[in-house]
């Protein structure tokens, strides 16, 4: 089986994918800002320190991991629910893009490495519904802009790395219960979607947008 790294991996999504990858018999790497907190709640998983939002963090997990085949882009922040996008505060809005967006695309860049020496290579960006243009309203700004441009990220690098084999898809686990998104869906049924990512074949679907293995409009 593979061997995957779930940024964002000590709560929520991220540590329930962690959970059902393992369960499925992958090794799984969590990673998570605060290391302590990472391992109180890993169960035995390998446990790695990533910030992704820090450059020097990201190259530094990089460093220490030594071989991979899935990368979970899965840490997010604000959902800034209290605001609109003609009042947003902007610094808010380029904190939330500098883990949404540019996170996942400074991780991807980093581990780009070892996923291209992997036979079977996935990137899964943990996106939202919010991000789509085509059902997308007022509010949330923040978070929605940087969920649309990880939507664009995914479309992007899935058609340059075809030519390698590395399958590049973007989901949407729904409204889940977790402290982002408290009463909706169970948390399990989130990370179901995204682990069907992680476990598609090699002539699976890339460069889509899917909640529970069905295509989202971007």
């Not at 329930?16 to 035995?44: F, P």
């Not at 509010?139 to 940087?146: C, E, I, K, L, R």
Request: proline share 4%.
């Amino acid at each position: 089986m593979s061997i995957a790294l779930v940024t964002g991996g000590n709560r929520g999504i991220g540590l329930e994918v962690c959970r059902q990858l393992a369960r499925n018999g992958h090794e799984v790497i969590l990673g998570s800002r605060d290391v302590a907190k990472g391992r109180a709640v890993a169960g035995g998983l390998r446990v790695v320190e990533l910030d992704v939002a820090d450059d020097s963090s990201v190259r530094r997990a990089a460093g220490e991991i030594g071989a991979l085949d899935v990368l979970v882009n899965n840490a997010a922040i604000l959902y800034d629910t209290w605001a609109r996008a003609e009042t947003a505060d902007l610094d808010e809005v380029h904190t939330a893009l500098e883990t949404n967006l540019f996170g996942a695309w400074r991780t991807t860049q980093a581990f780009l490495p070892h996923l291209r020496r992997s036979a079977h290579s996935r990137v899964v960006n943990v996106s939202s519904e919010s991000g789509s243009l085509g059902g997308m309203s007022g509010g949330t700004p923040a978070y929605s802009v940087s969920k649309a441009g990880l939507n664009a990220l995914t479309r992007l690098l899935a058609a340059e790395l075809r030519p390698h084999g590395i399958l590049v898809n973007a989901i949407c686990p729904g409204w889940t219960d977790t402290d982002m998104g408290q009463g909706g869906r169970p948390v399990e049924q989130g990370a179901a979607s995204v682990v069907w990512a992680v476990e598609l074949p090699d002539d699976g679907p890339t460069g889509g947008f899917f909640r529970d293995g069905r295509p989202l409009e971007w």
